[in-house]
């Protein structure tokens, strides 16, 4: 899905100098790229290291995830949860279930995640959680919908991260479509909100970094 911005080498570089995924990580990228479609889709090493390490610095209550997938972001995403805390996370793709729940008890989170299937347009309106950390990384065409149905919902102070910005580079390319477009227009959307600071972090695909400061 990402194109590779960086060389290679500093690519390899980048990753000789992160901590190691776990090995039950590793196995969910290995068994992605060798059994799901679009595995390019996976966070992988580098971004769930960051996601990780963001989860660590906030320590949230609750995190909300849009877009499952095969669950490594959200693994690497509950890792920092505070002790009572728990990760909701969202996906449509109904196949993936079995082999996705099989992870998070390998993963010992089978009590500490939410794992709803359905269209999250339609369910994160029946979500009654505050959220500490909400992480965007379904369908782009609704990125601004899901900003819009989930402000309310994270508490002042808290994050919203949001994947795939750079859109593999097309954002700055002349000739669009329609997830490019949809994509252009939520980065405006948020780059020009009022109630946010934010930024636009170039690492893989590009991830939105968003705080909220004002309701
Ligand atoms: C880029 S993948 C998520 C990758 C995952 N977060 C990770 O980093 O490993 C996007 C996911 O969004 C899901 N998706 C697409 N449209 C959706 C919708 N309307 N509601 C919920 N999930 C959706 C897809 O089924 C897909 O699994």
Known sequence: MEMDFLPKEIDDYALGHTSPESDL???????THAEILMP????????GRF????????QPQVVLEIGTYTG??????????????????????EELETR??????????????????????????????????????ADKENYSLYY??????VRLGGFILADNVLWSGKVVQSKIDKDTKAVREF??????????????????DGIMLIKKAKN
């Open 25 to 31: 990580l590793k196995k969910i990228n290995r068994e």
């Open 40 to 47: 390019r889709m996976v966070s992988g090493h580098l971004q």
């Open 72 to 93: 490594y972001s959200a693994i690497c995403l509950a890792e920092g949860l505070a002790p009572n805390g728990k990760l909701v996370t969202i996906d449509v793709n």
């Open 187 to 204: 980065n405006r959307k948020v780059a020009d909100d009022p109630r946010v600071t934010t930024m636009l972090l170039p690492l893989r």
């Open 100 to 137: 996705v729940r099989s992870y998070f008890s390998q993963a010992g989170l089978e009590n500490r995640v939410d794992y709803l299937i359905g269209d999250a347009a339609k369910l994160i309106p029946t979500l009654v959680d505050q959220f500490d950390l909400v992480f965007i990384d």
């Open 148 to 153: 819009d149905l989930i402000f309310d919902k």
């Open 51 to 58: 996601l990780s390490m963001v989860s660590h610095m906030i």
